[in-house]
């Protein structure tokens, strides 16, 4: 049996902050514009806030390589500008969740300075070293995910540190444990100053084994995660959620099963990896698979039925954007923003609602290298060139998949800039501001923003939102996602046309029946027909 939580019933808001509220006119988001912002997230509904890395950084990825823990970007704010955040939010009752990057630090960091000055400080031990290989190149030919080698030899002291990401990104070695110490300590500072919880980076990393290549899950994954329970966790109120890009529904319950004491939850990527190119990856387009997509999403409803939770999303500042991606952009652009939402935001679990996906915000339309920011699309960029492939090939891909699409700035209003900045924005704003925008989307009772508002309330007041089992209908269409959810004898049905053509389908009398409507993106709907007519991209739910 479950004990419930506060998260249980409680929806997620993740604020990129360069992106989200400018302040002070220097054309970059900050503390201070999120505060200034909360009652946006009031209206909503929002339970908590995942906030991506506010800490000290050289933001070559964007604040996900710190160099110091306990202090704040400057571009942010100060610490007591994160002290007021906190403390405002709790007002509001919205807890804030804190992003924990410690696969890696910045190369930045004081601990790495010292231990690449010399191997015989306890810093040194902090990294990953390894003698040069027989030939005296790198120990191996391990490539990191943003292009390049994942070793990088200091002279100093004659060894190559590991790096999954950029070399500016040198990973921790969590095998000492004096490291981990420091890690948890940091993360009880935090949690005394009363953040909500965490949200962990690529924390499936940190059990590698190298000398195995062994990167992803690796042998002390879960001692070390159990351990931090015990150390950090236990005893506290708080919400913690780890990222993995290999967790499969093998694995899954190992983080979050309820005797376990590791996680609440994990963003797994089943269903987002469905919509890349097996081998080409992300940068190669691939047309949407409906009933692929469909399968691994509700392999994680079954996994969760009786045991762990899930965290629910479709976007985050990784990712495109959502009704670019898995809708239309164009014509049907506000029934397919609210068709996502109806599916997301009634399946089990706790949804999660990237900044701007409450109006709908798009894909931006690069045509120029030169108007991207993002280094994972920059070094992918150069190395796909050299092998031959066309820019505007390329182009094509990154127009549709590459991270940056995420991160153009929040749409506040038609003002100049979309109301994010009076200065210059770090990265364009997508022109169609003026179109899609909060202000528009609040004055008009029909409006992607007032679908999400409605959802997320759904979820608080309602138990079969909150706990129902899930079971998925007519899982080999290849049109239309349906399934419907089920406590106690009672049950909701939500069907969602994914295509731009209207689709009729005639259905089995145990999905049929008549009831209440709970929401719509077209008529109201008391009552599931044996035959059942949609409109392009039309969702509905309703309690029968
Ligand atoms: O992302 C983990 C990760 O593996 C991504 O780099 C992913 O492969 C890529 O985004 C797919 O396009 C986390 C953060 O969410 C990301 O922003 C960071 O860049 C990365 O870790 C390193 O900290
Ligand atoms: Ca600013």
């Given amino acids: 049996e479950i004990t419930e939580r506060w998260w249980h019933r409680a929806t997620g808001y993740q604020i990129y902050p360069r992106s989200f509220a400018d302040s002070n006119g220097d054309g970059m988001g900050d503390i201070p514009g999120i505060i200034a912002k909360l009652p946006h997230l009031s209206d909503l509904g929002i339970g908590f806030v995942w906030l991506s890395p506010v800490y000290a950084s050289p933001m070559v990825d964007n604040g996900y390589d710190i160099s110091d823990y306990r202090n704040i970007a400057p571009e942010f704010g100060t610490l007591d500008d994160m002290d007021r955040l906190i403390a405002a939010a709790r007002e509001r009752g919205i807890g804030i969740v804190m992003d924990l990057v410690v696969n890696h630090s910045s190369s930045l960091h004081a601990w790495f300075c010292k231990a690449r000055a010399a191997r015989d400080c306890p810093e040194h031990d902090y990294y990953i070293w390894r003698d040069p290989g027989p030939e005296g190149g790198p120990p191996d030919d391990a490539r990191a995910a943003f292009g390049g ?26 095998q000492n444990p004096a490291l981990r110490a420091e890690v948890y300590d940091m993360m009880r500072w935090w949690l005394d100053r009363g953040i909500a919880g965490f949200r962990m980076d690529v924390i499936s990393l940190i059990g590698k084994d190298v000398d195995a290549r062994l990167y992803e899950e690796g042998p002390h994954l879960h001692p070390f995660l159990q351990e931090m329970h015990r150390e950090v966790l236990a005893g506290r109120d708080v919400l913690t959620i780890g990222e993995s890009w290999s967790v499969s529904t093998e694995t899954g319950l190992l983080y979050c099963g309820r005797d376990r004491d590791e996680l609440d939850m994990v963003f797994e990527f089943s269903h987002i990896r469905e919509g890349w190119h097996p081998e080409l990856g992300k940068f190669a387009p691939k047309p949407f698979d409906l009933v692929a997509f469909k399968r691994a999403l509700f392999s994680w409803q079954d996994l969760t039925r009786e045991d762990g939770w899930h965290a629910l999303f479709l976007s985050n500042h990784d990712l495109p954007r959502q009704v670019s991606f898995y809708a239309d952009d164009q014509q049907f652009r506000r029934a397919g923003a609210k068709m996502l939402a109806t599916v997301l935001h009634l399946l089990k679990g706790t949804p999660f609602v990237y900044q701007g996906e409450e109006i709908g915000m798009t894909n931006a339309r690069f045509d120029r290298i030169d108007q991207y920011r993002d280094l994972e699309t920059l070094n992918h960029f150069e190395e796909q060139i050299a092998l031959g492939v066309e820019p505007e090939v390329f182009i094509t891909g990154a127009n549709r998949n590459s991270r940056d ?85 009672r049950r909701i049905v939500v069907f969602a046309n994914f295509t731009p053509h209207p689709q009729r389908r005639d259905l089995p009398e145990d999905v049929t029946g008549r009831g209440e409507a709970l929401v719509h993106s077209h008529a109201r709907r008391d009552e599931v027909p044996g035959q059942l007519d949609l409109a392009p991209f039309e969702s509905f739910a309703c309690q029968i």
């Fill in 149 to 174: 080698p994942a070793w990088t030899y200091v002279p100093e002291v004659g060894q190559y540190y590991f790096h999954y990401f950029s070399p500016a990104q040198p990973d921790l070695n969590w």
């Fill in 405 to 489: 699409h995420s991160r153009t700035p929040m749409q506040w209003s038609d003002a100049p800039n979309g109301g994010f900045t009076t200065g210059t924005p770090w990265i364009e704003v997508n022109p169609n501001f003026c179109d899609i925008n909060v202000a528009q989307d609040l004055g008009d009772p029909d409006s992607i923003f007032t679908h999400y508002r409605r959802l997320i309330a759904l979820r608080q007041q309602n138990d079969i939102v909150a706990f129902g089992h899930t079971r998925q209908l007519l899982a080999a269409d290849a049109g239309v996602l349906a399934f419907e959810r089920r406590l106690g004898g």
